[in-house]
Every structure is written in structure tokens, then in C-alpha cells.
């Protein structure tokens, strides 16, 4: 089946300096890749949509100059949270779809920020 | 306002009972509903997608019907086990862009 992985799965940081995180597609090219934050006990919010080769779009309320997206290739995609504030923490969780556009999304397996 | 509810509620119920999860929207027109299971401290894994002109699907234990009139879809497992104890998600695509909107979830707690 397809896997997406994340790495880091957890980071810890002091409070101004910029995290990435990165999101593969395993064994499958993922032209279109989405980037969500699930605070404690709610459920997953959808931050931005990655498209290979080009900007990515985001969703109403995020800043796009603090999570900036890289889709640089067909199986990576990178979120960047520059500045972080302790606001900031939260599980960051990324999916992707397939080449072929189909509707399933494959999810990796979270990154778990925390900002001191 | 447009709404996807899940029961918030933990669900408790006994090892080989059938577990029933139900999944209700307002306002949106999905041409699919997917359901999902969360275990803490990790991402989503995909279960079953059910298309709006499928009135069910199942995949050997789960079942998911999927009512448009009454915008609800329900999420069975059937000979529960503790296993299946997670939180499940219903998610939509209301554009059918992929861009998922999800339920709160659901807690299901099996046991033995």
C-alpha cells in the first residue's frame, strides 16, 4: 500500500527559531500534498495544499509568510514554521494523493511540534 | 453554516458487539465520504471511502453506508475487538479539490 512518511516525528525548539518538516511519499509520486494541525483533542484542520512545481495554497487564517510549503519534487514536501512561537505547537500531519487523482489521501504518521 | 458532526461522546462497548459510529453534515453536497482511524499520537489510516451513489460498502468487518438525503453516513464494525479501540474520523470533500474536511471523531473503546 502507499506510504507517507515525516520526519522529525517530534521537535522541540526555543521559541523564535524556524522548524521543517518534511513529508515523502514512499512507494507512490504524489502530485498534490496537504499539510494539517490537529491541536489536543480537535480534530485535523487543514493548513495548505502542496502541488508539485508550484505555490502552494493556503487556507483561510494561515499565514503563508510563517508556514512556508516547498513541493520541490514529486515524493517530498517541506513545511517550515519560521519564528516559532509556543502557539505554534501542535501535531503537524501531512497527506498525499496519487498521481492519478484519486480521491484516498495517505496520511504520515504526524510530527509532534513543541515550541518553548 | 456548513457542519460535519460526530458523536463526541466515547463510544463503550463489549469485545464481539457490533460498534456503530455515525457521521452527520449540513450544508455540503460531498460527491464522496471517507472514514478514518486515529490512534493517539498518530496520523489518520485510511479505512473506506464510500461514493455518493453507493448506498454501502464493507471491507471484510467494517461497513459504511452513506445516505444523501438524510446527510449521514454510518460507520459499523461488526465482532469488535479490542483491537479496533481508536478514535475514527469522518472526512469530506466538499469541492472535490481533496481538500478533507473532518469530523471531531469519535472514541470507540472495546472491551474484552
Known amino acids: 500500500g502507499a506510504v507517507v512518511s515525516q520526519h522529525p516525528s517530534w521537535v522541540i525548539c526555543k521559541s523564535g527559531t524556524s522548524v521543517k518538516i518534511e513529508c515523502r511519499s514512499l512507494?507512490?509520486?504524489?502530485?498534490?500534498m496537504f499539510w494539517y494541525r490537529q491541536f489536543p483533542k480537535q480534530s485535523l484542520m487543514l493548513m495548505a495544499t502542496?502541488?508539485?512545481?508550484?505555490?502552494?495554497?493556503?487556507e483561510q487564517g494561515v499565514e503563508k509568510d510563517k508556514f512556508l510549503i516547498n513541493h520541490a519534487s514529486l515524493t517530498l514536501s517541506t513545511l517550515t514554521v519560521t519564528s516559532a512561537h509556543p502557539e505554534d505547537s501542535s501535531f503537524y500531519i501531512c497527506?498525499?494523493?496519487?498521481?492519478?487523482?484519486?480521491?484516498?489521501?495517505?496520511f504520515g504518521p504526524g510530527t509532534r511540534l513543541l515550541v518553548l | 453554516s456548513q457542519k460535519i458532526e460526530q458523536n463526541s461522546e466515547a463510544l463503550n462497548i463489549q469485545e464481539g458487539k457490533t460498534a456503530t459510529l455515525t457521521c452527520n453534515y449540513t450544508?455540503?453536497?460531498?460527491?464522496?465520504l471517507q472514514w478514518y482511524r486515529q490512534d493517539p499520537g498518530r496520523g489518520p489510516v485510511f479505512l473506506l471511502l464510500?461514493?455518493?451513489?453507493?448506498k454501502e460498502k464493507r471491507k471484510e468487518r467494517l461497513k459504511v453506508t452513506f445516505d444523501t438525503t438524510l446527510k449521514q453516513s454510518l460507520f459499523h464494525i461488526t465482532a469488535s475487538q479490542p483491537a479496533d479501540s481508536a478514535t475514527y474520523l469522518c472526512?469530506?470533500?466538499?469541492?472535490?479539490?481533496?481538500?478533507?474536511?473532518f469530523g471531531q471523531g469519535t472514541t470507540l473503546q472495546v472491551k474484552p
Open positions: 497527506s498525499a494523493r496519487g498521481q492519478g487523482g484519486g480521491e484516498t489521501q495517505y
Open positions: 512507494d507512490f509520486q504524489a502530485t498534490t
Open positions: 502542496s502541488n508539485e512545481g508550484s505555490k502552494a495554497t493556503y
Open positions: 450544508n455540503y453536497s460531498p460527491a464522496y
Open positions: 464510500i461514493r455518493e451513489n453507493e
Open positions: 472526512a469530506l470533500d466538499s469541492s472535490n479539490t481533496g481538500k478533507l474536511i
